[in-house]
């Protein structure tokens, strides 16, 4: 028989028809279609039991309470927690994405020991004993103030307990990281005599005038400001952003004056002008509550009247006149201010001065819809710790920053005056610094200033729970537990107008070898001995917390937060108990005037100034893989960032649209792509912070310019604040 | 005129088959031979490669377990405060019991040696997983339909060993699901559970409940 073509044909024919007779194709193609209906890379949450906790988060001070929703004993999102006082549901986009830190591949897993500039595992023990020889060493030399130590939070447990461990062992040199609220808590102190946060109840203003404030950009408790804006704004409130470019702020609020950036003082000592002229002001709270009346009527002279103002600030006198008498005229009227969300630089104490003023002329301090002076929580009530004499002289020396110094008599904490100390001379005058929070060697200004700084230091320890900057540079690191691996108190919520403390706990047990700070902290104590080790009586960090809570432990526990309902503000606490526009201590800050940005107008024709997005979080935390996918491409392009620029400043240097340009400042160059923007005002250029990050995953590192690099620490005059609000900058085609 | 004929292609097949009068035997062979090796292929070779077939961790005998506990299925297969569907139970049940072995029985020194006490959860292979793209609720079927567990799972509950679990190889997913037959035909709800043996119950139920999110029928009670 022979096999032909035909039969061949033939045989497939009828192995096409048997085929199709048999459930193979079917059978196929119906699992292919169930293969393809679930993508087995698609990731779909385990199957268990599903939890709802409740915890607060830290990822920034706004002190918001979360639920967090497990599946079994993986997190698989985080929700504002409804009921809470702060943010009653809401939360911001770092919030949600606060799963990604947990499972993190950026976070540092076990201690880390830097041996010939690469890192080592090293046993927690270890480390331990080995950073405590160091401290021992320093002590038997007559230097413990030699040590520092940064932090991005002066109150609460884990802040306390870093500044008892540094008192106890003899240095004065605890720094907390800049933000408005060095500004605001003096503004608070000066005036008032409070040691107080800075509260706002938005919600119940009818008039909000916004001097450069990212309101709903991160400023303040984010959610807690998004809800209270919009409540204000539903109730038949008005919402006027003073601001040099068309921030989201600007773009949500109901009037948008563009004012020329680091002039908003002036504009406030000029409203306080015309209220004064014009006698707009409430009379009985200045006749009763206050005094000083004729310095401020001094301080807000001729050379703010509106026409003195109006070139400088870039707002045209019947503008400005317009503006102070809404404002006056409103009922419950309430001016803020700190650029952008405020949490990199501390800002012009005496603009915060002259903002406040505007409060109290308007009787907006202390009252419904104001500025409420919230006081520091009082449940950490220590006994004090027993100083050897190392420790006592060591805490008589003068602070390394300066703050509290002649120069600087009225400051706290001056961490961007470090760089500086540390450059001056040949040897470092900080032998050894910890870093509890904050990320300096990323957010101050002048990176490659702030880099050699920190290489000069024999000893950095940095506590972060992931890889930063800071971090990056350390010799030591001995990783905290993420928020959600950890108890912890939250003190205050900012911005937010009552006392609250919101307590963070444990959602899921900790996913590596890490350990609470707290607890490190109390070892370090321990390894030292003598009295350093006698002031942390307590057993664990944890025992450490509920000692100090007392009786709201309980409750904290239960509730996840405990809140003064019914506070009211105490009365002023100055000497002559009434609201003080002048003083003793306000005169040791010169007068108000506009701080210039850095570098010569000639080589330099615009001004680059930063600003902020909640797209890439709220705090020094780099932003995680989620924010980042959501940025819009007006901030990043691929790995390019970019720089907002008004089309006709564009036009006059040949840049295009997407062009790629050279920003260049008095402190380095960095490439850029050019995107215009009718929303800024001609002159200056725009950048985002939070981007340019060398350190992290590969999520985050290479994408964008982190403008801190391109920017110069700008001290305010008499309080060293750091006050950069923006620098001299040229943009040229590349 | 008979030539030009001849040429038209229609008659050239005819005159054709004429010729190939006597190869048309070979040819039917052929289809037949065809016809037959992919039938013996689709209907006896093809299935089982369909599937690989696993062991489970621990060979549980249910029956055992079953006259031991009060509650029936619901002893360990329960529903949580919530109102979903433990499912396998977890090694935080099993250890109740078995925090020690309590017979000589091989599978369960292996349980108590390799699970209890590395603490390690049992990777069950559950035989009625849905694809992952299928909401399915425990609850309104048991709960609110009142259906107990035998109708859709058959008896179970009176194994004495577990079965071996066969997995698609394509979908990754059990063969229950699918159907033991390889036509996927049933005679038990259990021996099949796809889409249109849902619609036919719910069908025959006149149940007509809709998504708890459109309040429709359709696509979303299932498909969320």
């Given at each position: 028989?022979?096999?032909?073509?035909?039969?061949?044909?033939?045989?497939?024919?009828?192995?096409?028809?048997?085929?199709?007779?048999?459930?193979?194709?079917?059978?196929?193609?119906?699992?292919?279609?169930?293969?393809?209906?679930?993508?087995p890379?698609?990731?779909?949450?385990p199957?268990?039991?599903?939890?709802?906790?409740?915890?607060?988060?830290t990822?920034?001070?706004?002190?918001?309470?979360?639920?967090?929703?497990?599946?079994g004993?993986?997190?698989?999102?985080?929700?504002?927690?409804?009921?809470h006082?702060?943010?009653?549901?809401?939360?911001?986009?770092?919030?949600?994405?606060?799963?990604?830190?947990?499972?993190?591949?950026?976070?540092?897993?076990?201690?880390?020991?830097?041996?010939?500039?690469?890192?080592?595992?090293?046993?927690?023990?270890t480390?331990?004993?080995?950073?405590?020889?160091?401290?021992?060493?320093?002590?038997?030399?007559?230097?413990?103030?030699?040590?520092?130590?940064?932090?991005?939070?002066?109150?609460?447990?884990?802040?306390?307990?870093?500044?008892?461990?540094?008192?106890?062992?003899?240095?004065?040199?605890?720094?907390?990281?800049?933000s408005?609220?060095?500004?605001?808590?003096?503004?608070?102190?000066?005036?008032?005599?409070?040691?107080?946060?800075?509260?706002?109840?938005?919600?119940?203003?009818?008039?909000?005038?916004?001097?450069?404030?990212?309101?709903?950009?991160?400023?303040?408790?984010?959610?807690?400001?998004?809800?209270?804006?919009?409540?204000?704004?539903?109730?038949?409130?008005?919402f006027?952003?003073?601001?040099?470019?068309?921030?989201?702020?600007?773009?949500?609020?109901?009037?948008?004056?563009?004012?020329?950036?680091?002039?908003?003082?002036?504009?406030?000592?000029?409203?306080?002008?015309?209220?004064?002229?014009?006698?707009?002001?409430?009379?009985?709270?200045?006749?009763?509550?206050?005094?000083?009346?004729?310095?401020?009527?001094?301080?807000?002279?001729?050379?703010?009247?509106?026409?003195?103002?109006?070139?400088?600030?870039?707002?045209?006198?019947?503008?400005?006149?317009?503006?102070?008498?809404?404002?006056?005229?409103?009922?419950?009227?309430?001016?803020?201010?700190?650029?952008g969300n405020?949490?990199?630089?501390?800002?012009?104490?005496?603009?915060?001065?002259?903002?406040?003023?505007?409060?109290?002329?308007?009787?907006?301090?202390?009252?419904?819809?104001?500025?409420?002076?919230?006081?520091?929580?009082?449940?950490?009530?220590?006994?004090?710790?027993?100083?050897?004499?190392?420790?006592?002289?060591?805490?008589?020396?003068?602070?390394?920053?300066?703050?509290?110094?002649?120069?600087?008599?009225?400051s706290?904490?001056?961490?961007?005056?470090?760089?500086e100390?540390?450059?001056?001379?040949?040897?470092?005058?900080?032998?050894?610094?910890?870093?509890?929070?904050?990320?300096?060697a990323?957010?101050?200004?002048?990176?490659a200033?702030?880099?050699?700084?920190?290489?000069k230091?024999?000893?950095?320890?940095?506590?972060?729970?992931?890889?930063?900057?800071?971090?990056?540079?350390?010799?030591?690191?001995?990783?905290?537990h993420?928020?959600?691996?950890?108890?912890?108190?939250?003190?205050?919520?900012?911005?937010?107008?009552?006392?609250?403390?919101?307590?963070?706990?444990?959602?899921?047990?900790?996913?590596?070898?890490?350990?609470?700070?707290?607890?490190?902290?109390?070892?370090?104590?321990?390894?030292?001995?003598?009295?350093?080790?006698?002031?942390?009586?307590?057993?664990?960090?944890?025992?450490?917390?509920?000692?100090?809570?007392?009786?709201?432990?309980?409750g904290?526990?239960?509730?996840?937060y405990?809140?003064d309902?019914?506070?009211?503000?105490?009365?002023?606490?100055?000497?002559?108990?009434?609201?003080?526009?002048?003083?003793?201590?306000?005169?040791?800050?010169?007068?108000?005037?506009?701080?210039k940005?850095?570098?010569?107008?000639?080589?330099?024709?615009?001004?680059?100034?930063?600003?902020?997005?909640?797209?890439?979080?709220?705090?020094?935390?780099?932003?995680?893989?989620?924010?980042?996918?959501?940025?819009?491409?007006?901030?990043?392009?691929?790995?390019?960032g970019?720089?907002?620029?008004?089309?006709?400043?564009?036009?006059?240097?040949?840049?295009?649209?997407?062009?790629?340009?050279?920003?260049t400042?008095?402190?380095g160059s960095?490439?850029?792509?050019?995107?215009?923007?009718?929303?800024?005002?001609?002159?200056?250029?725009?950048?985002?912070?939070?981007?340019?990050?060398?350190?992290?995953?590969?999520?985050?590192?290479?994408?964008?310019?982190?403008?801190n690099?391109?920017?110069?620490?700008?001290?305010a005059?008499?309080s060293?604040?750091?006050?950069?609000?923006?620098?001299?900058?040229?943009?040229?085609?590349? | 005129?008979?030539?030009?004929?001849?040429?038209?292609?229609?008659?050239?097949?005819e005159?054709?088959?004429?010729?190939e009068?006597?190869?048309?035997?070979?040819?039917?062979?052929?289809?037949i031979?065809?016809?037959?090796?992919?039938?013996?292929?689709?209907?006896?070779?093809?299935?089982?490669?369909?599937?690989?077939?696993?062991?489970?961790?621990?060979?549980?005998?249910?029956a055992?377990?079953?006259?031991?506990?009060?509650?029936?299925?619901?002893?360990?297969?329960?529903?949580?405060?919530?109102?979903?569907?433990?499912?396998?139970?977890?090694?935080?049940?099993?250890?109740?019991?078995?925090?020690?072995?309590?017979?000589?029985?091989?599978?369960?020194?292996?349980?108590?040696?390799?699970?209890?006490?590395?603490?390690?959860?049992?990777?069950?292979?559950?035989?009625?997983?849905?694809?992952?793209?299928?909401?399915?609720?425990?609850?309104?079927?048991?709960?609110?339909?009142?259906?107990?567990?035998?109708?859709?799972?058959?008896?179970?509950?009176?194994?004495?060993?577990?079965?071996?679990?066969?997995?698609?190889?394509?979908?990754?997913y059990?063969?229950?699901?699918?159907?033991?037959?390889?036509?996927?035909?049933?005679?038990?709800?259990?021996?099949?559970?796809?889409?249109?043996?849902?619609?036919?119950?719910?069908?025959?139920?006149?149940?007509?409940?809709?998504?708890?999110?459109?309040?429709?029928?359709?696509?979303?009670?299932?498909?969320?």
């Amino acid at each position: 028989m022979k096999i032909d073509r035909r039969s061949f044909l033939a045989f497939v024919i009828g192995g096409a028809a048997g085929t199709t007779l048999s459930p193979l194709p079917w059978k196929l193609t119906d699992d292919i279609s169930i293969w393809s209906q679930n993508w087995p890379w698609t990731p779909v949450p385990p199957r268990d039991e599903r939890a709802f906790i409740n915890s607060t988060c830290t990822l920034c001070p706004g002190g918001c309470g979360i639920t967090v929703c497990k599946v079994g004993e993986r997190v698989v999102k985080v929700e504002g927690r409804k009921d809470h006082p702060v943010n009653d549901g809401g939360v911001c986009p770092l919030g949600v994405a606060g799963v990604q830190l947990l499972y993190s591949p950026t976070r540092v897993r076990t201690p880390l020991k830097k041996v010939d500039g690469a890192w080592r595992e090293i046993a927690w023990d270890t480390a331990i004993q080995e950073i405590a020889a160091r401290l021992k060493d320093l002590r038997e030399k007559g230097q413990p103030q030699s040590v520092a130590w940064v932090s991005d939070s002066d109150r609460g447990t884990v802040a306390e307990l870093c500044k008892r461990f540094l008192t106890v062992y003899g240095s004065p040199n605890f720094i907390r990281t800049p933000s408005i609220q060095d500004s605001y808590e003096l503004a608070l102190y000066l005036t008032q005599g409070q040691r107080a946060m800075a509260g706002f109840d938005l919600a119940n203003a009818t008039y909000v005038l916004s001097f450069g404030s990212g309101v709903i950009e991160g400023w303040g408790s984010p959610p807690y400001l998004f809800r209270a804006k919009s409540a204000m704004q539903k109730a038949g409130g008005s919402f006027s952003q003073l601001e040099g470019r068309l921030s989201k702020t600007a773009a949500k609020a109901d009037q948008f004056i563009p004012i020329k950036p680091g002039t908003e003082g002036a504009l406030a000592l000029s409203l306080v002008h015309v209220i004064l002229k014009e006698g707009l002001y409430r009379k009985n709270f200045l006749q009763d509550h206050a005094t000083g009346g004729e310095a401020l009527t001094q301080l807000a002279g001729d050379d703010f009247a509106p026409e003195s103002v109006a070139k400088l600030t870039g707002v045209e006198a019947k503008t400005i006149v317009d503006l102070a008498k809404a404002f006056a005229g409103a009922q419950k009227p309430l001016a803020v201010c700190g650029r952008g969300n405020g949490r990199q630089v501390s800002g012009n104490p005496q603009e915060f001065l002259a903002v406040h003023f505007l409060n109290a002329l308007t009787g907006s301090v202390n009252a419904a819809g104001g500025v409420v002076a919230v006081p520091e929580p009082d449940y950490i009530d220590w006994p004090e710790p027993e100083m050897d004499a190392v420790a006592s002289k060591g805490m008589q020396q003068a602070r390394v920053d300066g703050a509290g110094g002649k120069d600087f008599p009225l400051s706290r904490y001056l961490l961007n005056r470090l760089p500086e100390v540390l450059n001056a001379g040949a040897a470092s005058p900080v032998q050894a610094l910890f870093v509890s929070g904050g990320n300096p060697a990323y957010s101050l200004a002048d990176s490659a200033t702030v880099e050699k700084a920190l290489k000069k230091i024999p000893l950095i320890v940095s506590f972060s729970a992931f890889m930063d900057e800071t971090a990056a540079m350390a010799h030591y690191i001995l990783p905290n537990h993420v928020y959600l691996e950890r108890f912890e108190d939250v003190p205050a919520a900012q911005g937010f107008p009552k006392p609250i403390i919101g307590l963070a706990k444990p959602v899921v047990k900790p996913l590596f070898n890490t350990r609470h700070t707290g607890d490190a902290v109390m070892q370090l104590a321990k390894a030292i001995g003598g009295n350093v080790a006698a002031a942390f009586g307590w057993e664990s960090y944890a025992a450490c917390l509920q000692e100090s809570l007392g009786d709201k432990w309980d409750g904290l526990k239960a509730e996840g937060y405990w809140v003064d309902a019914k506070f009211s503000p105490a009365a002023f606490e100055t000497k002559s108990k009434k609201f003080e526009f002048a003083n003793a201590d306000i005169a040791l800050l010169p007068a108000y005037a506009a701080l210039k940005a850095p570098g010569d107008d000639k080589s330099f024709p615009l001004t680059l100034v930063p600003f902020d997005t909640l797209r890439l979080g709220v705090g020094t935390i780099g932003a995680p893989p989620f924010l980042v996918k959501a940025l819009e491409e007006t901030l990043l392009t691929k790995n390019d960032g970019l720089v907002e620029i008004n089309p006709a400043d564009a036009q006059k240097l040949g840049l295009a649209d997407g062009a790629d340009a050279v920003l260049t400042t008095p402190r380095g160059s960095a490439r850029v792509k050019v995107a215009l923007s009718d929303g800024i005002m001609p002159g200056l250029v725009a950048m985002v912070r939070g981007l340019g990050h060398t350190a992290y995953d590969r999520f985050l590192a290479g994408k964008g310019v982190n403008i801190n690099s391109l920017m110069s620490s700008v001290e305010a005059p008499g309080s060293g604040f750091e006050a950069a609000w923006g620098i001299r900058a040229q943009l040229t085609r590349a | 005129m008979e030539e030009p004929k001849a040429n038209v292609t229609t008659s050239g097949s005819e005159h054709g088959e004429k010729k190939e009068d006597g190869a048309g035997g070979p040819i039917i062979l052929f289809f037949i031979l065809g016809l037959v090796s992919s039938l013996v292929v689709g209907w006896i070779f093809f299935p089982p490669l369909v599937y690989s077939t696993k062991r489970q961790p621990i060979d549980f005998n249910h029956a055992l377990h079953n006259g031991l506990v009060d509650n029936g299925c619901e002893s360990c297969h329960f529903f949580r405060e919530d109102g979903t569907y433990s499912g396998a139970p977890k090694l935080a049940q099993c250890v109740q019991c078995h925090e020690e072995a309590n017979s000589e029985d091989p599978e369960e020194i292996k349980f108590v040696e390799n699970f209890v006490k590395k603490e390690r959860e049992v990777p069950w292979l559950v035989y009625a997983r849905q694809p992952a793209c299928v909401f399915f609720s425990h609850a309104a079927h048991v709960k609110m339909a009142n259906i107990d567990c035998v109708t859709c799972h058959g008896p179970i509950g009176e194994s004495e060993s577990l079965r071996p679990y066969q997995e698609n190889r394509i979908s990754g997913y059990s063969r229950d699901i699918w159907g033991k037959h390889p036509l996927g035909l049933k005679r038990n709800p259990w021996d099949r559970m796809k889409m249109d043996d849902c619609a036919e119950c719910h069908a025959q139920a006149k149940v007509s409940a809709g998504s708890v999110q459109t309040q429709r029928d359709g696509c979303l009670v299932c498909h969320k």
